[in-house]
């Protein structure tokens, strides 16, 4: 998004135009939603939640975005990133996953209507165990800066504006994420 | 670091499925009901600070109108006046060392300085420093010198009454009854001159009553329609035993058309110049309307009055008729043009009285308990034939005799329509009323504060999450906020209405009567029924008490901004009745009968008479 439509989304937002709502969905939620799927372990449904809710929060507060001080793309990502925290540790309260939050490869082959959807759900599966493997080579700040990186192609200082960190300390952080990253994706596929 | 960059994506593209239109429906209406909740329209914006103005308003021009001087002098001089009522029953005009003058005491010898240097070209001030100075020779002297440079009549009524308490001691009639039943003039003179009190000298000393002849005559110069200068005249000169004399002025005073005795002008001039030396006590200044520096002329008409019906009475008994019937007539006429004339509730009683006094030996009105409680139209009471009814007739004919008989039960139904109206309205509810109108006022400012501190309370959640709880339309919110307010409109018309309550010697004896409890009830209202309403109004999921706040939050403003409007009405209609009032009060306009006559209208100038009103017969008992 060019920062000439990203002003125009924001002044259509703080408008209250109809029409920026449903560019704000289209713009980010596919996005907050790869990120929250990745920082919540799979947890689909608690993923889209996090969806609704970081939309909501961004229509609702959006006059308290400074374009001087963040774009929308890192204020969006703080609010998405805040209420994944806010579910991680609600989760670590609990003593066990949530039956709905426990999806088994047969439920989802019972579900399936098809063999394309079960490829295209192994092919998640999949995805997700690396996604996991990374979250347990990875620590929580590199993980964090690795999955902003990816999913929203944040630039380092939009990502030390989401995490509280400097430019300088998001490069040095990224990089050894990535690094680790490919040694043990490299390391999975031999 | 771009192709690792890529892979990443992918891997967390891969890893999330994709998002189902079930989701993206959810989100779109999450997002445009916050819209809606957060939206902030102009029209919307201009209603706040239009009716945050109005609350300002309200607040401001309540304290500023509670606290006014006119304000606060309206509230003792309605007090002070309402007071002076209930002793005046108790005390009559006199001695100003009795125990109601003595709060006065202190004023009396500072009253001509303090007038001369803060108000020398003020009339009224002038005319209450004559009556209450304490040095009677300087008092005379500021009266009758105003009264020749001014020519206003007032003065010279002042003067006469200044003269008159110097003296000579003069008789005073009393309750004299006469018995009809007398048949010589010896034995009635000897009744009358044992009956009055103190007995009169057989004759006024001369000298001593020209000077107050001599500005009786200056009054009736300078006031010539009225009548009570040559009340006065009569008066004396009957003390000086100038009979012809004294039945001529009698005659000609029955001629005026007003009776005018400055009693009340000359009351509340002394009201207001104590007030403003400093006596602020409405109880202490009750008595600047009841002591003797008042010109007290009533007495003096209702004297001359039975001593016009006792003169009547002697010409009879000595064969002269037309004196006889000049003097009763006179003095029927006098009584008419006195209820005719008056603008307060004793003068018109003192005209009834003066009729009915020229009357009694033509046509007397008496209870009658014969034929029961109910027995009588008139309060159990009816026309009776007087005791020289047929002489009378025999001099004026039967239709003048029953014109008059009507004309005085007319008098009768006027007094009961006095007596009804005292018991549906206060006795002082014109009076009252901007006392009654301001505590209104400020019992709605309490209430708007109160409303205001709660609404500031719920506030103080984030006001989308509650708003996006509830859904409530325009239509639903004012509803609420006019059935919260219910309770404290029927309190504030039950205060308004019930006599007494205002009356209250304290001021937060207001809140313990209808309108405290109006106030708390529609406190709870405004509290509870957003709650009640949260039940139907929520939206599906949202919490019971997000729904209540969000309802609060929507109500309240309303209420109170209803209250502020309700609140800024009535203190500007409080100031402008206090305003009205006390230019009514301090001229000469206010009327007491105006309301009683304006709310009766026709039935009291032509009451239609009740067909068994008289009895041709002699009164019993």
Not at chain 2, 122 to 128: E, K, S
Request: charge should be positive; include cysteine; hydrophobic fraction near 45%.
């Amino acid at each position: 998004m060019t920062e000439h439509a990203e002003a125009a989304l924001v002044r259509g937002l703080a408008a209250r135009a109809p029409e920026a709502c449903a560019t704000l969905y289209d713009r980010f939620a596919r996005g907050v939603h790869r990120y929250a799927v990745a920082r919540l372990r799979g947890e689909v449904g608690l993923a889209e939640e996090i969806v609704v809710e970081t939309m909501a929060e961004v229509v609702r507060d959006i006059r308290r975005l400074d374009p001087g001080r963040s774009s929308l793309s890192a204020w969006v990502y703080g609010i998405a990133r805040r209420r994944v925290l806010l579910e991680i540790r609600r989760q670590q309260r609990r003593k066990s996953v949530p039956p709905w939050g426990q999806v088994t490869l047969e439920s989802v082959r019972e579900t399936s209507d098809g063999p394309s959807l079960e490829s295209r759900a192994l092919s998640r599966l999949e995805a997700q165990r690396q996604v996991a493997l990374l979250t347990e080579i990875l620590s929580e700040v590199e993980m964090e800066a690795l999955m902003l990186s990816g999913v929203e192609e944040l630039s380092a200082r939009e990502i030390g504006r989401v995490m509280g960190r400097s430019e300088r300390a998001v490069h040095s952080i990224l990089h050894r994420a990535r690094t680790k990253a490919r040694e043990r994706l490299v390391g999975d596929d031999e | 670091m771009t192709n690792e960059r890529k892979e990443i994506a992918e891997l967390l593209s891969r890893a999330a499925p994709e998002l189902g239109e079930e989701v993206k429906a959810r989100a779109m209406e999450r997002m445009t009901r916050l819209q809606a909740a957060v939206a902030r329209p102009r029209l919307q914006k201009l209603a706040t600070a239009l009716g945050v103005a109005v609350v300002l308003l309200a607040v401001g021009f309540t304290a500023y109108s509670a606290n006014d001087p006119e304000a606060r002098m309206a509230d003792t001089l309605v007090a002070a006046a309402a007071q002076s009522q209930r002793t005046a029953v108790e005390s009559l005009p006199g001695d100003e060392n009795a125990p109601y003058a003595r709060p006065l005491l202190p004023y009396r010898p500072r009253v001509i300085a303090f007038v001369r240097e803060h108000y020398p070209k003020d009339l009224q001030m002038l005319l209450a420093a004559g009556l209450l100075a304490g040095d009677r020779a300087a008092g005379e002297a500021l009266l009758k010198d105003t009264a020749e440079s001014t020519g206003k009549p007032e003065f010279w009524a002042a003067y006469v009454w200044r003269l008159r308490l110097r003296g000579p001691q003069y008789m005073r009639v009393g309750q004299i009854i006469l018995d009809p039943e007398l048949p010589d003039r010896e034995q009635v003179v000897a009744q009358f001159r044992r009956d009055c009190q103190p007995m009169p000298p057989d004759r006024l000393p001369s000298a001593e009553v020209a000077p107050v002849l001599a500005a009786i005559s200056r009054w009736q110069q300078a006031d010539p329609k009225n009548a009570m200068p040559l009340v006065l005249e009569m008066h004396y000169l009957y003390g000086l035993h100038r009979d012809r004399e004294a039945l001529a002025r009698w005659r000609e005073a029955a001629k005026r058309p007003e009776v005018e005795t400055y009693y009340d002008v000359a009351s509340k001039a002394n009201c207001l110049l104590l007030y403003r030396m400093g006596l602020s006590d409405p109880d202490a200044l009750a008595s600047a309307y009841t002591q003797a520096d008042i010109p007290n002329f009533r007495a003096i008409l209702r004297d001359s009055a039975r001593i016009a019906v006792y003169e009547g009475r002697v010409a009879q008994l000595a064969g002269r008729s037309q004196d006889a019937l000049a003097w009763w007539n006179a003095t029927i006429a006098l009584g008419r043009n006195t209820q005719r004339s008056a603008r307060t509730l004793q003068g018109f009683f003192l005209g009834v009285s003066a009729e009915g006094l020229g009357a009694a030996p033509a046509w007397k009105w008496a209870r009658d308990f014969r034929t029961g409680p109910s027995g009588g139209p008139l309060s159990r009471g009816r026309m009776f034939l007087g005791k020289q009814h047929a002489y009378y007739r025999s001099l004026v004919g039967e239709e003048d005799s029953n014109k008059l008989r009507d004309a005085l039960v007319r008098s009768k139904m006027r007094i009961m329509l006095l007596a009804e109206y005292e018991r549906t309205h206060s006795p002082f509810d014109p009076l009252l009323r901007p006392r009654t109108l301001g505590a209104l006022a400020i019992a709605a400012m309490n209430l708007l504060c109160a409303l205001a501190l709660i609404y500031l309370g719920v506030s103080l959640w984030r006001r989308a999450v509650a708003d996006e709880a509830t859904r409530l339309s325009l239509g639903a919110r004012l509803l609420l906020a006019a059935l919260a307010l219910i309770p404290a409109v029927g309190g504030g018309i039950a205060f308004w209405r019930l006599p007494g309550v205002v009356q209250q010697p304290q001021a937060v004896m207001v809140y313990f009567s209808y309108l405290g409890a109006g106030l708390l009830g529609t406190l709870l209202l405004a509290v509870l029924l957003p709650l009640l309403a949260a039940r139907w109004t929520r939206r599906p999921g949202a919490p019971l008490i997000t729904a209540w706040r969000g309802n609060l939050r929507r109500v309240l403003p309303v209420t109170v901004l209803l209250c502020a409007v309700a609140a800024l009405a009535l203190a500007i209609t409080a100031k402008q009745m206090r305003r009205h009032w006390i230019e009514g009060w301090t001229s000469r306009d206010l009327n007491e009968l105006a309301p009683v006559v304006a709310h009766y209208g026709d039935k009291w100038t032509h009451p239609i008479l009740p067909p068994d009103a008289w009895r041709a017969e002699t009164p019993p008992g």
